[in-house]
Each structure stands twice: as structure tokens, then as C-alpha cells.
């Protein structure tokens, strides 16, 4: 039988989707394929008025696998994680990213792809992938317009992990509360947004997306950028070796 790493339900006009890879929520191929399938799905569903993406065990997640970045699996990882995205952000109803615990790489990704973000007070959020001597592609599309091009730089040259106030103050998240009143926040927006049109709310998101900007022009070549040419660096396999063995990166800057 196939492991379950996320599951999703839906009731009074909301559906919530949680990832179950507990502690950290590590985003494997089998777990982004579980992910993508049930957006998919749920996208389908007239009822659901907003969409509640959350998570179980101590992170919301540490990102994409690693593992999955060798040479045999990147190039099936990166469209699937790709993918995965764009069904979050151009799901038809708004959506909320519920960040309990860290957010991190991959995990803060997911959070960029939604309409709204509400973190715990405890929580920390970042792209770390400079570290490995790497970028975040998603990132790089959605950050300058979230946080304007000074922060976004600053955020993926530096790969540092914001606090979830420097995370407000930047306008990455709505909302910083502390952890025993995220359900209460989640909630009270929850409603209001429930008592609206759905047809209307899908039709607010279509339209923010219009003045956001198209998905595919840039995805396209940020895909490219990160397969074609930042995989067969020296320096981008360098980073994953030394990821994976637990020791400090030599850099050949090549």
C-alpha cells in the first residue's frame, strides 16, 4: 500500500489540505506527486470556497529532498515541483498557507504560491538554497513582486532565515500570532470568506493574476536557467555532495 503524505477534506465551503510527512515535511517525488494530485482534484470541487494549506509534526516544511536533486532525479523533480506550484498558486479559490513551524526552501515556496500566509510567532522562514550553491526558482518569480526587488535579493543572495516579524514587516505573510491562536486566525478568515460568492472570489483571484503576471513565460526559462546550466556546475554538485555527507562545501566557483 502507498504511503499517504498528504490528505485533504472538505466541509462548509472549505477544504483543507495537510501534509503528513512528519517531523519536517521533507517534499520527496512521491510526496509532490500526492500534492499535485490532490490540488488537481480539489480544484475540481465547485464547494470549495477557500483551500487551508497546513501541516502536521514541527515544520511546515524543510523544502524539497535533497536526494532528489542528483543528477538522475532533478530533471523530473524540478517540473513536478513546478507544477505543484502553479496548481497551488492558480488554484480557483484563494488560499491560505498556515505556517506553524519553519518554512523553509521548498516549504517557503508553497507559502509564496498562496493568496494569503499566517505564521506562528515562534516560526522562521527562508531560501536557503544559495548555501548549496543553488537557487530557488519559484522564489525568484514571486518574491520581487511579494517583498519588492531589495528584500527578494536580499532574502536569496543571503539564503537567511527571517523571523516570522521580519516576515511581516516585509509583507511575505498577513499575519504573525502566537501559536496557540493560529486556528482562531484561520478560522475568523476562514468565514469570511465562506459567506462570499464563490464565483465572484474566483474571479478576484483571476483578476489578481492578471496584475501579478503570467506564470509560464518566466517559469519557463527560470526551469531552464536551473536545469541547463546551474546543474552541470561543479560548484551545484558540490553543494549537494556536501549536503548529503554532513561536511563543509569546497567551492571551485565553477
Aim: aromatic residues 6%.
Amino acid at each position: 500500500m502507498t504511503e499517504s503524505f498528504v490528505s485533504f477534506e472538505t466541509k462548509n465551503g472549505a477544504s483543507f489540505l495537510t501534509l503528513k510527512r512528519a517531523p519536517l515535511n521533507v517534499l520527496d517525488i512521491a510526496a509532490l506527486t500526492q500534492l499535485e494530485s490532490a490540488l488537481t482534484e480539489l480544484s475540481c470541487d465547485d464547494s470549495t470556497r477557500v483551500l487551508i494549506l497546513r501541516a502536521e509534526g514541527k515544520m511546515f516544511s524543510a523544502g524539497v529532498d535533497v536526494a532528489d536533486h542528483t543528477p538522475d532525479k532533478v530533471g523530473g523533480m524540478i517540473p513536478l515541483f513546478d507544477r505543484t506550484c502553479r496548481a497551488l498558486a492558480n488554484f480557483p479559490a484563494p488560499t491560505i498557507a498556515v505556517v506553524h513551524g519553519h518554512a523553509l526552501g521548498g516549504g517557503c515556496e508553497l507559502v509564496l504560491c498562496c493568496d494569503f500566509a499566517v505564521m506562528a510567532e515562534t516560526a522562521k522562514i527562508g531560501q536557503p538554497e544559495i548555501q548549496l550553491a543553488a537557487f530557488a526558482p519559484i522564489a525568484a518569480m514571486r518574491l520581487p513582486q511579494l517583498v519588492g526587488y531589495r528584500n527578494a535579493a536580499d532574502i536569496l543572495f543571503t539564503g537567511r532565515t527571517l523571523t516570522a516579524e521580519e516576515a511581516l514587516k516585509m509583507g511575505l505573510v498577513n499575519a504573525v500570532v502566537p501559536a496557540e491562536q493560529l486556528e482562531k486566525w484561520v478560522d475568523e478568515k476562514t468565514a469570511q470568506l465562506t459567506n462570499l460568492s464563490r464565483v465572484a472570489l474566483t474571479m478576484t483571484k483571476r483578476a489578481l493574476h492578471l496584475g501579478f503576471g503570467a506564470w509560464d513565460s518566466c517559469a519557463a526559462e527560470l526551469e531552464r536557467l536551473y536545469l541547463d546550466e546551474l546543474m552541470k556546475t561543479e560548484d551545484a554538485r558540490e553543494g549537494l555532495a556536501a549536503f548529503m555527507e554532513k561536511r563543509a562545501a569546497v567551492w571551485k566557483h565553477k
